[in-house]
């Protein structure tokens, strides 16, 4: 059976801590990173398929476990884990929520996903908040991620209430899961990554990598795209000789990646700052019942106007 699961959010480390996790000689990660188990349709396969699904390349006696976005965030997820996990222990990674709002929206933009500007795609959120749906329905979360992952667009966005930690960490002490549910907040990643890495691996009762073998897992992964120039001389030569025409989507959407991140990162109105820090106030008043975060680590929640898109 999965021994840990890390629930999300998304844009809060999960691939940094995926790496950690799967270099370490006892643990056994799923193939691929996420499987989308438990918030899709393979939930109906029933949890030992799952397991032959997912980790059938993990020998006995190692810990195998998930690292998940979503699993934080899609309303019926935990009760589907207390019902069919309960004895896996939790993770959960929080994030400044304007910073991972902003975040989310950039890796969409940039990737040709969401083509609004972040203002419109913040107002198209606040009225899906108020009209639906709430994805409580997981037909209504599966058309969404189908949207993303085979269509490469946006159906409903969710940049708003990916933040909405307090409702989300309610769901699962409401389902029984609070006494075996690490919390954990991604500034103190960025901030001392060999100790955030430390607090996981006492969770999980392992002893840590050594520290060399941390900063390998943390190094930064722009080694893992082309160069700028050169991305720069194949838009060039392509439009130039008609070969855009024919050239692979997979490239295409490189191509526009890079197009959208040369522009730059465009500034938040202070309108639309001011709106998503009213919202998340709110929820740091129902996150503190759940937990005792360093709030101070979000800035963005009181006057900063310096928002990190990474």
């Given at each position: 059976?999965?021994?840990?699961?890390?629930?999300?959010?998304?844009?809060?480390?999960?691939?940094?801590?995926?790496?950690?996790?799967?270099?370490?000689?006892?643990?056994c990660m799923s193939k691929p990173k996420e499987t989308w188990h438990f918030d899709s349709a393979?939930?109906?396969?029933?949890?030992?398929?799952?397991?032959?699904?997912?980790?059938?390349?993990?020998?006995?006696?190692?810990?195998?476990?998930?690292?998940?976005?979503?699993?934080?965030?899609?309303?019926?997820?935990?009760?589907?884990?207390?019902?069919?996990?309960?004895?896996?222990?939790?993770?959960?990674?929080?994030?400044?929520?304007?910073?991972?709002?902003?975040?989310?929206?950039?890796?969409?933009?940039?990737?040709?996903?969401?083509?609004?500007?972040?203002?419109?795609?913040?107002?198209?959120?606040?009225?899906?908040?108020?009209?639906?749906?709430?994805?409580?329905?997981?037909?209504?979360?599966?058309?969404?991620?189908?949207?993303?992952?085979?269509?490469?667009?946006?159906?409903?966005?969710?940049?708003?209430?990916?933040?909405?930690?307090?409702?989300?960490?309610?769901?699962?002490?409401?389902?029984?899961?609070?006494?075996?549910?690490?919390?954990?907040?991604?500034?103190?990643?960025?901030?001392?990554?060999?100790?955030?890495?430390?607090?996981?691996?006492?969770?999980?009762?392992?002893?840590?990598?050594?520290?060399?073998?941390?900063?390998?897992?943390?190094?930064?992964?722009?080694?893992?795209?082309?160069?700028?120039?050169?991305?720069?001389?194949?838009?060039?030569?392509?439009?130039?000789?008609?070969?855009?025409?024919?050239?692979?989507?997979?490239?295409?959407?490189?191509?526009?990646?890079?197009?959208?991140?040369?522009?730059?990162?465009?500034?938040?109105?202070?309108?639309?700052?001011?709106?998503?820090?009213?919202?998340?106030?709110?929820?740091?008043?129902?996150?503190?019942?759940?937990?005792?975060l360093d709030l101070s680590l979000w800035p963005t929640l009181r006057d900063s106007n310096e928002?990190?898109?990474?």
């Amino acid at each position: 059976m999965v021994d840990f699961l890390v629930l999300g959010t998304a844009k809060a480390g999960t691939t940094s801590i995926y790496r950690v996790l799967n270099s370490h000689t006892q643990i056994c990660m799923s193939k691929p990173k996420e499987t989308w188990h438990f918030d899709s349709a393979s939930h109906l396969t029933g949890i030992y398929a799952y397991h032959e699904k997912y980790f059938p390349h993990c020998p006995d006696g190692k810990l195998r476990g998930e690292v998940a976005t979503s699993y934080l965030f899609v309303p019926y997820v935990a009760g589907r884990i207390a019902k069919e996990l309960p004895g896996t222990q939790l993770i959960a990674i929080l994030r400044d929520p304007i910073e991972r709002a902003y975040s989310d929206w950039w890796m969409m933009h940039t990737r040709g996903w969401d083509p609004l500007s972040f203002e419109d795609a913040i107002e198209d959120n606040f009225k899906r908040l108020e009209n639906g749906p709430d994805f409580s329905n997981r037909k209504d979360w599966v058309n969404h991620l189908s949207s993303i992952r085979d269509q490469g667009t946006v159906q409903y966005r969710t940049y708003i209430d990916y933040g909405f930690y307090g409702t989300q960490l309610s769901r699962y002490h409401a389902a029984g899961l609070a006494d075996r549910l690490l919390i954990l907040q991604f500034e103190k990643m960025k901030r001392d990554g060999a100790s955030y890495v430390e607090q996981v691996f006492d969770f999980l009762n392992l002893s840590p990598p050594v520290r060399d073998e941390l900063a390998a897992a943390f190094a930064d992964r722009q080694n893992e795209a082309l160069p700028s120039r050169r991305i720069g001389q194949i838009v060039g030569l392509s439009h130039r000789s008609g070969l855009v025409k024919i050239i692979p989507e997979g490239a295409k959407q490189l191509i526009k990646t890079w197009l959208a991140a040369r522009r730059g990162k465009p500034e938040i109105s202070k309108e639309i700052l001011e709106r998503l820090r009213q919202i998340y106030n709110l929820q740091a008043n129902e996150l503190k019942k759940f937990s005792e975060l360093d709030l101070s680590l979000w800035p963005t929640l009181r006057d900063s106007n310096e928002i990190e898109a990474k």
